[in-house]
């Protein structure tokens, strides 16, 4: 699991570079719960994660698909839970055989499955709404109750 950070992103390309380097500190079967509202930065956040676990594949939001996978050494399966009707639908797309495929589960809108999330996973908000239409900033840490200390910039 990684340590807790908040990093403050300037741009895009930063906020996917985040991303990259948290991959590097995943395991297989790891759920990172991406946070943040619209245009937050998450489908961006998720194209570093890919990046990072060797995926060269174009990474585009599963927004009406609800999941994209990423075939790699360790697999990406990208979900956006925003259209999620419920419980239901989350048996209907196996949730639960995703988490048992050995792969990386990272979630946007993890806010609509919160029931369905354990305590074991990476929780990364980004924070937007700045003077700055590109800042962002981004906590990640650890479950639904992580601290967060200041480590630097980025
Ligand atoms: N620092 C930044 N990090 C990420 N995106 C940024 C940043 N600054 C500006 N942007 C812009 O914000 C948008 C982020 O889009 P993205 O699809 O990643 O958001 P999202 O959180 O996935 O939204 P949605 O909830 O609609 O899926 C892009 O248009 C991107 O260019
Ligand atoms: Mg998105």
Request: some cysteine.
């Amino acid at each position: 699991m990684p340590e807790n950070k908040c990093l403050v992103s300037g741009c895009e390309a930063l906020t996917e570079l985040a991303g990259e380097e948290l991959a590097k500190e995943l395991r297989p079967g790891d759920v990172v719960a991406l946070f943040g509202g619209m245009g937050a930065g998450k489908t961006a956040f998720v194209r570093g994660l890919a990046r990072g676990l060797g995926i060269s594949a174009p990474v585009t939001s599963p927004t009406y698909t609800v999941v994209n996978e990423y075939a790699g050494d360790v697999p990406l399966f990208h979900f956006d839970m925003y259209r999620l009707g419920g419980e239901d639908e989350l048996f209907d797309i196996g949730w639960e055989d995703y988490l048992s495929r050995g792969g990386v589960c990272a979630v946007e809108w993890s806010e609509n499955i919160l029931p369905a999330l354990d305590s074991g996973y990476v929780r990364v908000e980004l924070r937007g709404g700045f003077e700055d239409p590109e800042r962002r900033e981004i906590y990640i840490s650890r479950g639904p109750d992580g601290g967060c200390t200041k480590e630097g910039e980025q």
